[in-house]
């Protein structure tokens, strides 16, 4: 088992596949020129099974692929096939915009589960946040999984100013429509023009969605980073991931592993552990893994607190969210 220093038992892998995207959200990739990591650098189709089987062996039981954008790598229907086969819950975050050409690779590989990103349901404001025009295809592909009965978990990054406005129309989707929304609280990272002041809080949002409806409050998971509710009626759920102002920290059960094969124990955490060159040199990673997890922070990456409003995203020693894969 993978346990840290607070007895946390970590048995969740996120794998981020590339930090390479077909969007630009300009709070996830810094730069509309950024460079992205040459494929040599990044963890082969086999090595991510290698590290995939090694972490199953010490007690992981579910892997999120991610990214970047994951179903923009070539070889991304054989890393699927392969981790499909390893009898683990296997689910992904994407944007949608490739989904349509994977769905049948998805249901062999016995993924049930899919997060898509959309935060906004007006096709200009998407271009404006994504800096591509793709909503319609986005909105489509989420609607094409819906039909071939995929659970399907929308995230909205909710940004003060810029899509705050919206959280009611994505509650009234959830009427018609068997979608999850989960209106997340906005996150600093390096040169993502987070401000204290565009932090939309999960009470915010809660007070804005009690204006017009009444909804009631699932049970949660120990682990969930979510706090889920639904409006009696919908088909759908909503919830809110309050990272910023109450962290889930004390459940935590994720590890991550980046595009080019660092191991990083919380989302914020500065360090990083070089899995893959330690694979190619034919060394054994579960040392590395054990001694990663047990330098783990109680919080926050032992970065920041709950009491944000004075951070700059600078002051964070951290990637910008595209190399880490959300
Ligand atoms: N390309 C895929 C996608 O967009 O779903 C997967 C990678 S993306 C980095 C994973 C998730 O991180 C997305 O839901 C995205 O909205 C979220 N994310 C990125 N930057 C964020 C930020 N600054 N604050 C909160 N969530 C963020
Ligand atoms: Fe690409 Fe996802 Fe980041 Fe948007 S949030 S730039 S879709 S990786």
Known sequence: MIVDNYNRVHNYLRVSLTDNCNLRCFYCMPEEDYVFTPASRLMQADEIEALAKKFVALGVTKIRLTGGEPLVRKDAADIIQRLGKLGLNLTLTTNATRLHEFVDTLKEANVRSLNISLDTLQSDKFNLITRRDQFKLVYDNIHLMLKNNFHVKVNMVVMKGLNETEINDFIEWTKQEPVHVRFIEFMPFTGNRWTSNKVFTWQEMLKVIE???????????????????????????????????????????????????????CLFSKEETDLLSALRKGEDVTPLIHQSIHSKAKELGGQFTTDFKHLHAEDINNRSMITIGG
């Open 211 to 265: 204006e017009k409806y009444s909804f009631i409050h699932l049970k949660n998971d120990v682990h969930d980073t979510a706090k889920a509710y639904m409006v009696p009626g919908h088909k759908g759920t909503f919830a809110v991931i309050s990272t910023m102002t109450a962290p889930f920290c004390s459940g935590c059960n994720r590890i991550r592993l980046t595009a080019d094969g660092k191991m990083k124990n």
